[in-house]
């Protein structure tokens, strides 16, 4: 994709190199233009970031999207002329305002081609907020991505459940697994560029999740609390996608004290007795009124086999299965080879993909059975 980058005057400048790095790093060509000649002093600079010539406001570059960063409010008339130009030939235009601008928060609107990305403020150390300025460059690429992506789940209300959860033995320590929870972000994402209501129930995450509006997280720690939070939002949902890494077993008790291995009755060789935790897919599979249900199955052989009987016996109407003993496949990559089984018995094998990639596959089909 190619994203033409109009490149403000202003405090807000100073992140722009991290807004450029966040735009490159999704394999995008940047294409900068300097909104107004003050702006000409860094042109070297902004060449070289983004590994393209500085081109010309009156002569802009082909481009699939035009990013307004930082924007000054009113526009100045080259880059206004630019922007009704572009938004006549079909272009969406994503623009970032400086702290000038009044925030305006709230979703994204529905099949719009012009969006505005709300300035964070930036809380500084010892009190008070620095100048509003972006939303944080990931969101604003997220708001890039979106604003090309076609709306197929505008106003759907999708649960996505991600990362590990964590089941505590003691004050200090706890059962949990590997998962970094890249893959359920990802599928959050991908319904939110959809424009869907996204609702990320996660355990404790090795990825950062992006303020977005229109994005609800709702941290959780142990099965227990997931299950709970999950049920008390499914009546609102089209859609729920369980990829979290469940913990199968929790401690029966957790101890209110660190347990000392010198305690009386602690034996040499302790055991730990466990409980079964809640199984959250089987619960909403269960339910009289259930919105469509995605399941994954983290499988080690057999895998098709494995997961065929998981969609049965859980309820679901997809399930996608990986093998992570493959490379590249599972746990803490950035990739993922996923096979999706379909409730009709459908198997449709995807090809190694970005997890990113793997997830807009997966809403393409959860979009297909939610279109009227
Ligand atoms: O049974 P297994 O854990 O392999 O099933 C995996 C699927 O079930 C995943 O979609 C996972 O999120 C979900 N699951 C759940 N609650 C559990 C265990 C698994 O929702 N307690």
Known sequence: MRVLLVIGAGPGQGAVPSLIAA?????????????????????????????APVGFLDAPPAADVALLAPCAVPLPPAVAALVSHRRAA???????????????????????????????????????????????????????????????????????????????????RFLSNRSSGLMGLSLALSAWRRGAAVTLVHGPLQVAVPALPGLEAVPVRSAAQMHQAVLERIAAQAAAILCAAVADFAPRQVA????????????????????????????????????????????????????LDKLRRKGCDLLCANDVTEPGSGFAVATN???????????????????????????DRVAAALAP
């Open 256 to 307: 209110a004290q660190k347990i000392k291995k010198t305690a009386a009755g602690v034996a040499e060789d302790p055991t730990l007795p466990l409980r079964r935790t809640p199984d959250i897919l089987a619960a909403l599979g269960a339910l009289p009124r259930r919105p469509f249900l995605v399941g994954f199955a983290a499988e080690t052989d057999h895998v098709e086999a494995h997961a």
């Open 23 to 51: 735009l490159r790093r999704r394999e995008w060509a940047v294409l900068p233009i300097l909104s107004t000649p003050a702006a000409a002093s860094c042109a070297d600079l902004w060449s070289s970031l983004c590994a």
């Open 337 to 363: 080879r996923i096979t999706i089984l379909a409730r009709d018995g459908s198997i449709t094998p995807l090809p190694l993909l970005s997890k990113s990639a793997a997830a807009d596959c997966i809403l």
């Open 90 to 172: 079909g272009v969406p235009v994503v623009s970032v305002p400086t702290a000038s601008a009044p925030a305006r928060p709230g979703p994204r609107p529905a099949g719009a081609a012009a969006w505005e990305v709300v300035p964070a403020a930036l809380p500084l150390l010892g009190g008070g907020v620095a100048p509003l300025w972006l939303a944080g460059p990931e969101a604003v690429a997220e708001a890039v991505a979106a604003a090309v992506t076609r709306p197929d789940l505008a106003g759907k209300g999708i649960l996505v459940t991600a990362g590990p959860t964590v089941e505590d033995i003691d004050p200090v």
